[in-house]
């Protein structure tokens, strides 16, 4: 949930990052933590396994600049994909102001993501959000590997977006697509928050 504190004039507003297992949402954290100058963000926290899979969950905060003259803080979150970790999941997600949900593009992952996306619907819904009114941007990542084991980004969104939201290809261990992501989706938490307001 979003909070608007009127005595410091500042906006903090949690975006998850969802997907199923290795689609690359923490490398989307970590290339974003290096890239943002050091004044910009704070510490991020990971909380992962001994072979990296995250086990609970990965904490960017990102201070991205002002609106009508409040502070925007916008804290990233990614939940862990792998199926088992559900519990997890919901709480990671409660609260959440947008959601970006990151595709796999290989071919063979093509199951686990739409299993994902069901998984997203259905946690939402348990907390009384429709997935067709959240603030959602999909990212096709991957896009690096090969021709042969990936879906095309026209192919992805055909079989994935169905609600017809912005969406990207990328690359996450280049870091292509990474920032054209998230300024989609902190675009689409402030257009929100701001239609939400009382006039
Ligand atoms: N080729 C390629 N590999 C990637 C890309 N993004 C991530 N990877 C690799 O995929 C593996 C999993 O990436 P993570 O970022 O840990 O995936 P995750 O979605 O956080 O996985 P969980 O924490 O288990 O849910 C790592 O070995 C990454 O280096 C990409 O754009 N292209
Ligand atoms: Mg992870």
């Given at each position: 949930m979003s909070l608007v504190n009127f005595t410091s004039r500042e906006i903090t507003c949690k975006i998850v990052y969802y997907g199923p297992g290795r689609s690359g949402k923490t490398t989307n954290l970590q290339y974003i933590y290096g890239r943002v100058p050091e004044d910009r963000r704070g510490r991020m926290v990971s909380l992962a396994t001994q072979?990296?899979?995250t086990l609970f969950f990965d904490f960017l905060p990102l201070e991205l600049?002002?609106?009508?003259g409040f502070t925007t803080r916008?804290?990233?979150y990614t939940v862990p994909g792998q199926v088992y970790y559900n519990a997890t999941r919901k709480l990671?997600?409660?609260g959440a102001d947008g959601v970006v949900f990151v595709a796999d593009s290989q071919i063979r992952q093509l199951d686990e993501n739409i299993e994902s996306l069901q998984n997203l619907q259905a946690n939402l819904l348990e907390q009384g959000i429709d997935v067709r009114t959240i603030p959602?941007?999909?990212q096709y990542n991957k896009q690096?590997?090969?021709s042969d084991l990936i879906l095309q980004v026209a192919d992805l969104e055909e079989q994935l977006n169905f609600r017809?939201?912005?969406a990207f290809g990328a690359s996450a261990v280049v870091g292509k697509g990474l920032f054209e992501t998230l300024r989609a989706i902190s675009e689409r938490v402030l257009r929100k928050l701001s239609e939400a307001q009382p006039a």
């Open positions: 072979t990296d899979r600049g002002s609106i009508s916008f804290q990233l990671v997600l409660q959602l941007v999909l690096d590997l090969p017809m939201v912005p």
